[in-house]
């Protein structure tokens, strides 16, 4: 084992990564930082656990919940806006073979950063500032999300307006009621007219914050609207949940964490639906559900959400999809108890997860492809090296895939979804298509064979 600390020649570097394994990610740094890149080795991968599993990592956006899209959607509204077709009804938008595959999985920075390196020479500088200023205000008008209040403020202080927040015809702006009357509404274009100029675009850092103002207007004013129709319960067949859960993720969670013993057998019609040809036939799946349900009610497992999501995103995602499914437990063919059970552990929702690391945690860290966000959560659930052969890791991409072996967890297991299947997960120790379904009947669980 290396010393710790202390200077090592290149010859030493280079004998000690050679003791770390055969393979490794070359992972870039922050803008404007040295080294430009690390280079990191990755866990050795492993197609079974090596006993039974010790915690269960995943990823929210793409695997838990059906985020991803809605992500996607706002990157292409700050491209839309950026280039000033707002009003467009033919723009085409993010080309989904050549974009996608760069703006799923990493942290809301490098996504934004990619829109604006990549459409570089389609930007219009007065669209973008106007859009930006607006985003900003709207963030302290509504004030959804308390940090990205502050992340506001201090963008506005960057723009070089700071001082503009004290004024008196501002601060009415910004109050509960002053965003939508009809003065608020004038008083907002006069500004927008005569200061979103002054917001200096010089540099890639600038019209990276601007891009980021303007993606958390949409996908923030998305999550606001969707919690003004909860609260009023609008939310129905006409206007559905904003977030819903991935396929299998109720079978998935109430198997791992022993909620249904034996009576996990009744929901093979479900999970084999979602895989169509490729499903073991009905017996065989009830069999390996029995078998699971019955071990997993003795042996329970934790498990941990790792996310590039900020608190308040990941709070109204999983609300948003555990109500949803507190709604489907209602018709699987289980016992009444066995339903209550379930229902009442999903009523939890966020506590189902025994550990939680988001973007913005109070820990420093550093987003996926980095391990730091696996690394806390391994952390916190009291997981030591050792065992990290007994821990299970899935994700929908390639960022979260070589964030989970930097990590050391070995089985890190790749869950394609319909705008992530352009990713290269040559990282993935192994590819299962038909998700979470397909994690359970399919290859159960990836418990070590018996």
Same mark, same amino acid.
């Given at each position: 084992m290396a010393e710790s600390g202390g200077f090592a020649?290149? $010859?030493?570097?280079?004998?000690?990564?050679?003791?770390?394994?055969?393979?490794?990610?070359?992972?870039?740094?922050?803008?404007?930082?040295?080294?430009?890149?690390?280079?990191?080795?990755?866990?050795?991968?492993?197609?079974?656990?090596?006993?039974?599993?010790?915690?269960?990592?995943? $990823?929210?956006?793409?695997?838990? =919940?059906?985020?991803?899209?809605?992500?996607?959607?706002?990157?292409?509204?700050?491209?839309?806006?950026?280039?000033?077709?707002?009003?467009?009804?033919?723009?085409?938008?993010?080309?989904?073979?050549?974009?996608?595959?760069?703006?799923?999985?990493?942290?809301?920075?490098?996504?934004?950063?990619?829109?604006?390196?990549?459409?570089?020479?389609?930007?219009?500088?007065?669209?973008?500032?106007?859009?930006?200023?607006?985003?900003?205000?709207?963030?302290?008008? #509504?004030?959804?999300?308390?940090?990205?209040?502050?992340?506001?403020?201090?963008?506005?202080? =960057?723009?070089?307006?700071? @001082?503009?927040? @004290?004024?008196?015809?501002?601060?009415?702006?910004?109050?509960?009621?002053?965003?939508?009357?009809?003065?608020?509404?004038?008083?907002?274009? =006069?500004?927008?007219?005569?200061?979103?100029?002054?917001?200096?675009?010089?540099?890639?850092?600038?019209?990276?914050?601007?891009?980021?103002?303007?993606?958390?207007?949409?996908?923030?004013?998305?999550?606001?609207?969707?919690?003004?129709?909860?609260?009023?319960?609008?939310?129905?067949?006409? #206007?559905?949940?904003?977030i819903m859960p991935m396929p299998g993720v109720g079978a998935f969670l109430a198997i791992v964490h022993g909620l249904l013993g034996t009576e996990a057998e009744a929901l093979s019609p479900m999970l084999r639906a979602n895989l169509g040809e490729t499903a073991p036939d009905d017996a065989t799946a009830r069999a390996r559900l029995r078998a699971m349900g019955a071990a997993f009610a003795e042996r329970p497992v934790q498990a941990a959400v790792v996310t590039a999501a900020r608190y308040y995103e990941m709070e109204s995602c999983l609300e948003s999809a555990f109500d949803e499914l507190l709604e489907e437990v209602n018709d699987w063919p289980v016992s009444n108890t066995c339903r209550q059970h379930v229902q009442a552990s999903f009523e939890e929702k966020m506590f189902m997860f025994q550990d939680l690391v988001w973007a913005n945690s109070p820990v420093e860290l550093r987003l996926k492809p980095h391990r730091d966000a696996y690394t806390v959560a391994l952390h916190g659930l009291g997981i030591e090296p050792d065992a990290y052969d007994r821990v299970l890791g899935i994700e929908d991409s390639c960022a979260g895939i070589t964030a989970l072996r930097a990590a050391g967890i070995g089985l890190a297991v790749a869950v394609p979804f319909e705008h992530s299947g352009q990713q290269d997960y040559s990282a993935a120790s192994v590819v299962v298509k038909g998700g979470l379904p397909a994690v359970i009947l399919q290859h159960g669980l990836f418990l070590p064979e018996r």
């Open positions: 020649s290149r $010859d030493r570097a280079q004998a000690l990564l050679g003791e770390l394994g055969e393979d490794f990610a070359v992972l870039p740094s922050f803008p404007n930082t040295y080294p430009p890149y690390d280079i990191v080795p990755l866990a050795p991968k492993r197609t079974r656990l090596a006993g039974w599993p010790e915690a269960i990592l995943l $990823d929210m956006d793409g695997t838990l =919940t059906s985020t991803e899209p809605l992500c996607l959607r706002a990157l292409d509204e700050v491209l839309r806006l950026a280039t000033g077709h707002g009003d467009d009804p033919d723009w085409r938008g993010l080309d989904p073979k050549r974009d996608y595959p760069h703006l799923i999985g990493n942290s809301t920075t490098t996504h934004v950063e990619y829109v604006m390196r990549t459409y570089a020479d389609q930007i219009v500088p007065e669209e973008l500032q106007r859009h930006a200023l607006e985003a900003a205000l709207w963030a302290l008008a #509504h004030g959804t999300d308390p940090l990205r209040s502050d992340e506001a403020t201090r963008h506005i202080e =960057t723009y070089g307006l700071g @001082e503009l927040l @004290e004024e008196d015809f501002v601060i009415e702006l910004l109050s509960p009621d002053g965003w939508k009357s009809r003065r608020g509404k004038a008083l907002r274009r =006069t500004l927008l007219k005569d200061l979103s100029h002054a917001i200096p675009l010089e540099t890639l850092a600038m019209r990276v914050c601007a891009g980021i103002d303007i993606y958390y207007r949409w996908w923030h004013g998305a999550l606001h609207e969707f919690h003004c129709r909860k609260k009023s319960h609008a939310v129905d067949a006409a #206007h559905p949940r904003l």
